[in-house]
């Protein structure tokens, strides 16, 4: 017996028949024939149900008009403004980066360092005189991860960093932070710094005028293996006169009668110290001032014509290498016993030549290093 036809309803005039026979189901269909069976098939999923349709089959709703290019199923897109996030729902969201070991791409290998950098927020602190000063602030924090955990929760650094952000940020309340989020993040390293711009009134060399010069400061807290370190970087920006150049100078013009100046430049020193537990309070001013005796020809902010010769005899009383620099910071640093462990990077960004004079001076292991940043010396670079 023959297989009965599987017949479309009658055609349109002209248009294609569907005639498909058991013998020709292995055959390639024509391109008209497949016309007619998509014709056919917009026109039944036109009458019918979605239920019908996702029983036949849920790519056949996509044949509809509106529907061809769509990749997903119809969805609300109106911002749900009444919408409400409770714990039953929150329990139900994913959280790749707390997965299990098996999401863990590359080689599981614990992690030194990994968490948020240059998180600001204002924060207020301490001065000498007794007053606070509310300060732009960028924050970095991280913590260790172990080698067999996925990852962490970055959004809890700033949550806790905030829970204390109206307090003054003494080392105190950095320490009550970084215990917080070494809790909430179960690590057992951890480290927070926070980096601004300290503004202090300086006063200029003769003509009584004053202004406020801004250091480069950061603090840092760094907590590894159950040692806790307390750090701070100060960056002091000077002038140095070569004092090479300066004796050069003055050859030409005892021997030759010839005008000469010695070439000097905007050089930059950055200090970190550990500060030593149980000793009175290092305050900003106090470490600028040791900059201050150690190199006295910092850079001016106010300066009229009296100021500017009086520089220029200070310079010439203080010429300085970059060798002499890094041991000058270091001979005051040594007078203090708040100052442990400390580094002294210099760099003398030459007026002679194309390239800068560099020094680095270490004492004690904290900041020893067979390796340095290869931009180091590049972030000793200040714009005016």
């Known amino acids: 017996m023959r297989a009965p036809h599987l017949r479309a309803s009658t055609p349109h005039k002209g248009s294609a028949v569907m005639n498909l026979q058991s013998r020709d189901l292995d055959r390639q269909p024509s391109r008209a024939e497949a016309e007619a069976a998509l014709s056919l098939l917009r026109r039944w999923a036109g009458g019918a149900t979605p239920e019908e349709i996702g029983a036949l089959d849920p790519l056949v709703g996509r044949l509809l008009p509106g529907q061809a290019v769509s990749n997903y199923p119809a969805l609300a897109r109106a911002y749900p403004e009444d919408f409400e996030v409770d714990a039953a729902y929150r329990a139900t969201m994913p959280d790749l ?10 080689l599981p290998r614990q992690i030194q360092h990994v968490g948020i950098s240059n998180f600001r927020l204002p924060i207020r602190f301490h001065t000498r005189a007794g007053g606070d000063l509310t300060l732009e602030t960028s924050v970095t924090g991280t913590v260790s991860l172990d080698a067999e955990k996925k990852g962490i ?12 952000a109206e307090e003054t940020f003494s080392f105190d309340v950095i320490e009550r932070a970084l215990d917080a989020y070494m ?3 179960d690590s057992f390293d951890a480290r927070i710094q926070m980096r601004f711009s300290f503004p202090m009134k ?8 004053s202004g406020y010069q801004y250091y480069d400061i950061a603090l840092e807290l760094v907590e590894q293996s159950g040692v806790r370190q307390k750090i ?3 960056d002091y920006v000077y002038s140095s006169t070569c004092p090479c150049s300066l004796e050069l100078s003055e050859h030409a013009r005892q021997f030759r009668g010839q005008l000469a100046t010695p070439h000097s430049q905007r050089s930059v020193a950055r200090l970190s110290v550990v500060l030593v537990p149980g000793q009175r309070v290092m305050w900003f ?4 001032d040791m900059a201050r005796a150690a190199v006295p020809t910092e850079t001016q902010v106010m300066v009229k014509r009296e100021d500017e010769q009086a520089f220029a005899e200070l310079n010439a009383a203080n010429p300085i290498f970059v060798e002499d620099a890094a041991r000058l910071f270091t001979e005051q640093l040594h007078l203090d016993q708040r100052v442990g462990d400390f580094r002294v990077v210099a760099s003398h960004q030459e007026s002679l030549h194309s390239h800068d004079a560099v020094s680095v001076l ?4 904290t900041f020893a290093a067979a390796s340095l940043d290869p931009r180091l010396f590049a972030s000793l670079h200040h714009a005016g």
């Not at 001013?285 to 600028?288: T, W, Y």
């Open 97 to 106: 980066q707390n997965g299990p070991a098996s999401l863990i791409r590359g």
């Open 153 to 164: 929760n970055m959004s809890r650094i700033m949550r806790t960093f905030y829970q204390h």
């Open 183 to 185: 809790t909430d993040l």
């Open 202 to 209: 300086v006063q200029s060399l003769r003509s009584g005028l």
């Open 232 to 234: 701070v970087h100060l």
């Open 285 to 288: 001013e106090d470490l600028i």
């Open 362 to 365: 270490t004492e004690g292991p």
